[in-house]
Each structure stands twice: as C-alpha cells, then as structure tokens.
C-alpha cells in the first residue's frame, strides 16, 4: 500500500504520473486527428465526383468508365470505409493508462485525502467555502477547488457517517454547480448532487430543508420517479414527525479541545514565569566550546529548545537521505504486540543507524551533548516528512508497557529528541494539551522533554501531538532516548519498588 497522500515529498512522483497521462491523451488527440484528417480529406474528393456527376447523371454514367469506376466503388469503397470507421482509434493509448494505472491513488488514497483534508477543516474550525476559495485559516492562496472535488468530499464524508461535515461540502458543490463548465467525460448531473444534498439533510434530521432540496430539484425535472417518490416520502416524514433514527448520532459538536487550541496558536503564554533563554556551555564538555542557544519551555516535565541546531547543508543531505526510503508510519499497537499502520498518524518515515554515515555519527554526539544523556541502546534516528493533513493524534512515546519484548533490553523511553527540519507555513505544531504547550516548527531547531519521571514512572504531562499540517512539508528527525543506559549519568533514576 503506497499511502499516497501521506508524505509531501512521496507525492512528487504523483506529479510526474500526471505529465506522462497528460503526454498519452495529446498522443490520443494526435491519433484521432490523424482519422479525422483522412475522412475529411476523402470526404472532399468523393463529394466533388458526385456533385460533378449528378450535375448530368446521363452523360456520366453513359461514359463506360463512370459506370465501371461507379459500380466498383459503391460495392467495395464503401465497406472499406465501415471497416475502417469501425476501427477503434487510440488503442495504444488506452492500453497505456490500463499500464499506468496500478501507479496511480486508488479509492483508498482519496478516502485519505478527504479525512486529511476534513482533519484540517475540522482541527482549525475552518469554513468549507473559504477552504474551496483558497482561503486557509486566513491566509488567501491562488488555489481554488473545482465542483468534482467539493462533490467527493462530500460523497466521502457522507459514506464516513460524517454527514455534518458532508453537508458543507455538498451545499458548496450545488453552488459551484453554477458556475462549472466541466468536460462531458467528467459531467455530473445537478440532479445528482440535489440528491445526496437532499439524503445528507434528511441524515440530520432536517426535513423540511430536505424538502425544499426535492422541489428545487422537481421544478427542473417535474416527471422524475426517483424525486416524485421521495418528495412523498419526505412529506409523510414531516406530516408523522418522523426522524431518521440512525442519523445524528455523535453529530453534535463539542466546544474547543485543549488540543485544537494548541494546534490554533490559542494557548496563553506561558504562566510559569521562570523560563528563559541562555547558552547551554556545561550539558557536556564539548558545549564549553561551541554552546548552544538554548531555551526553557517547561520545567514539569521538563522540556527545553534549542535554536539553529542544524545547518541548511545538514538538512538538505538528511531530506536527501531520507526520500527514496519513506514508507508509511506505524505505531506500537499493545493490543497486538506490534507495530501497524495507524488513522491517527500519517506521515512516512525512515530509519537510520547511528553509524549509517557519517553526518548521523555527528547528529547523536550532538544529542548526547544536548541531552547529557547516553545514547547507547536507543533507537535509530527517525526522519519524518508529513503530508496532506499529517498529523499525530494525541499520543505518549513511552510505551509503558510491562512484559513487551520492547523494553526488556533498554528500557522504556526516558526523552524525546525532536528535530524540526523545516518551517511549515501553516499548522504542524507540536503541541501538549495537558501542560498547555505549544511549539510551532522552526527549521534547524530541535526540542528535546522527558517522558518519564525521576523515579522512572511514565508522565503523563507528556501527552501530546502533531497537529495536522495546513500548508507546508514538515520535515522532522527524532530520536527516542531509551532509560536503561543512562544508570550512570543520571545515577538518581529509579524504578519504584
Ligand atoms: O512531529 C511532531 O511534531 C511530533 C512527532 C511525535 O510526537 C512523534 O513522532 O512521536
Ligand atoms: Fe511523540
């Protein structure tokens, strides 16, 4: 499964795919231009004979070669010419897109795409009309959707039970219905979408608005069955007062999430007063000579910043690295002991060995030095690129988990060590709901907490999540610190008896 829509950088090929789909449908044209050619060319020359012939039809059949030139071609020219309509044009090309297909997003990949981009609208609080206009959580973009994607947003959604959701979306489909002029191939019938309008309102249990959809739809089709019986179906409904009993269940909308207002920017400052800024000079010996900046965030759990960690040439060689090995993120399933593909985290990842080269050797000594910590037995560096609407749902990273073979060797995950790669224009904080924290990607920063307590008890205070990407390819590298190895530089870590 290829997961199209999960990574920005693992849709780049998409792009290509369309050039070479585009490239075969001008092959096509050139095909049918060719046929349409030499039936034009022929109608001509056949059309001159015959006019010139029936201008005095005596005279020219009493011509032997007229007659034997006439007789001829009306019984074989003409068949020629139905076996030659007959022939399909532009079979190559149509085998081509068959070749081309199994590269290309299938229904699963716009089912992901239109939960990421229902993630965002929904994350954001944002407008469906102002998400079709280009206007993204206030920020206008020369982008704009066509009636085609608004309608499978909402058929989506509608097929998700989402039918809040699916009704903004439909209601913009009947208006840019309008103003649409689409490819015959591609049509789709006003009547069509009135339809699923109609079916998505009477899912939540509005009726009359329902009803109102119907009548439109019968003024300009006043024969058609389908609408004439379920104008009736909708009246008896009203008239009974009856609701449609599976509809609108979990539709009503809750306020504001802790998480969503920190993935809005909406967490007030700080409240803890003592944070501040300095150069970290004595984490390690090496910091002596080349400190870094280094801000607090927290102190419970406790968390710090540090800014300008990477170079622009470091992280130009990591995305390198990186790209032609993402595949799809999974996470730690307790349920079954293993690590699966996940809705809640979409992004891809790959994982590379501390000793891979020589710029991951130089990326963990500057964590050990960060962190003090010892990164024996930890886990490999993670580099991450999220997608449309990438996210990672509310999550802990220690999998506090007793008898899993995870942590029999090093222990459970004392820290987190997370590289931004990138700015992302809009949206992808890392944020946590429960300390009310949040830090918006800076590239070439790095935030490094700790999961676990000093007694080594899991935190719970860690919770937390990447919001979904609004605009922007988050790139992101991290680094899991596992407990087990540190015993000696943090000698005061213990498991409570
Ligand atoms: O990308 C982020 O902002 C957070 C990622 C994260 O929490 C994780 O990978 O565990
Ligand atoms: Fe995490």
Known sequence: EESHCTSV??????????????DNLEDYAAELEKKLETVRRSINSLRLENDRARGSTEEYLSNPLNAFSLIRRMNRDWIIWQLYMDDPVGIAQVERIQELREHMPTHTDVEEAVTALDRIQSTYGLNVSDIAQGLLNGKQYNVSLTVLDTYAMAQILFDQKNYLAAAS???????????????????????????????????????ADALKVVNIALADNPQDIKLLLKKSEIETMIRTGTNNAAAAKGQAKGGTTAYQMGCRGQFPPSADGKLYCLYNRTTSAFLMLAPLKMELVGLDPYMVLYHDVLSAKEIKELQGMATPGLTRATVFQASSGRNEVVKTRTSKVAWFPDSYNPLTVRLNARIADMTGFNLYGSEMLQLMNYGLGGHYDQHYDFFNTINSNLTAMSGDRIATVLFYLTDVEQGGATVFPNIRKAVFPQRGSVIMWYNLQDNGQTDNKTLHAACPVIVGS????????????????????KKPI
Do not use: H
Not at 9 to 22: T, Y
Not at 172 to 190: F, G, R
């Open 474 to 493: 988050k790139w992101v590298c991290n680094k899991w610190i596992r407990e087990r190895e540190q015993i000696f530089s943090r000698p005061c870590l």
């Open 9 to 22: 950088a693992g849709m780049v090929k998409l792009l290509d795919l369309e050039a070479r789909l585009i």
């Open 169 to 207: 979306w439909i209601y913009q489909s009947a208006v840019l219905m309008e103003v649409y002029t689409l490819a015959a191939p591609l049509q789709i019938s006003k009547n069509e979408v009135r339809m699923v309008y109609t079916e998505t309102l009477l899912k939540l249990n509005q009726n």
